[in-house]
């Protein structure tokens, strides 16, 4: 079965310096993983997604991840956080040969203070 | 862009009575999703569909949940009698089924039970 763990279920920094949010996973089968971000009373939007080839991939909003298969891990960062990333973020794994089906972490929100 | 449309974007309901959520998912995809979010809480999969029947569900998804696709738009989600710890965010995601899919979600539909 897959999981997805996220260390920290509140990440708080100023505006200006680097965002990193963590994704640990579990699977069985090379995974494919995605971050999504969740807006106030709004859906969940794709910022990026790992399937295969180049393990640092980057996504919407200045936002990149790198694919760790040694550390199983696929942490978020941004080089400097604005205010406008304040929002919840969820990491999430699906197994490609099952129809894709995605297991969430807990989700990070994150505050970004002026 | 196409997108995957939920209605309604709210609906309240009395505990014990049944309720339908609807979903439009984009036009050439054929894998259809339902996930939960308890407010506050990490999104949850319920089910997923392919192929006019469920490929898996979790251990949420009980006699109480079905699916359906009843025409080749609309993928409906009914709960036959609801409970107040039904009152969540249901999410309705499609994707193509290609091997860098990826799962488009709607907005939500937030379902209260008094």
């Known amino acids: 079965a897959q999981s997805v763990t996220q260390l920290g279920s509140h990440v708080s920094v100023s505006e200006g310096p680097l965002v990193l949010l963590r994704c640990n996973y579990s699977s069985s089968v090379p995974p494919y993983l995605f971050w999504y971000v969740q807006y106030p009373n709004q859906g969940l939007q794709l910022l990026l997604k790992?399937?295969?080839?180049?393990?640092l991939v980057k996504g919407i909003n200045g936002f990149e991840a790198e694919f760790k298969k040694s550390e199983t891990s696929f942490h978020l960062t941004k080089p400097s956080a604005h205010m406008s990333d304040a929002a919840e973020y969820f990491c999430?794994?699906?197994?490609?040969?099952?129809?894709?089906?995605?297991?969430f972490g807990a989700g990070t929100r994150l505050t970004v203070k002026p | 862009e196409p997108e995957v449309t939920q209605t309604p974007s709210h609906q309240v309901t009395q505990m014990g009575q049944e309720v339908i959520l609807r979903c439009v998912p984009i036009s050439n995809h054929l894998y259809f999703y339902w996930y939960r979010q308890i407010l506050g809480q990490k999104v949850e999969f319920l089910v997923s569909f392919y192929n006019n029947e469920i490929s898996e569900k979790s251990e949420i998804f009980d006699d109480q949940f079905s699916v359906e696709r009843p025409d080749g738009s609309n993928f409906t989600l009914k709960i036959r009698s609801t409970k107040l710890e039904d009152s969540a965010m249901y999410f309705c995601a499609s994707s193509d089924g290609t091997a860098r899919a990826e799962a488009f979600f709607g907005q939500g539909t937030r379902l209260t039970v008094v």
């Open positions: 999430a794994v699906s197994d490609p040969y099952n129809n894709n089906d995605m297991r």
């Open positions: 790992y399937t295969t080839g180049a393990t």
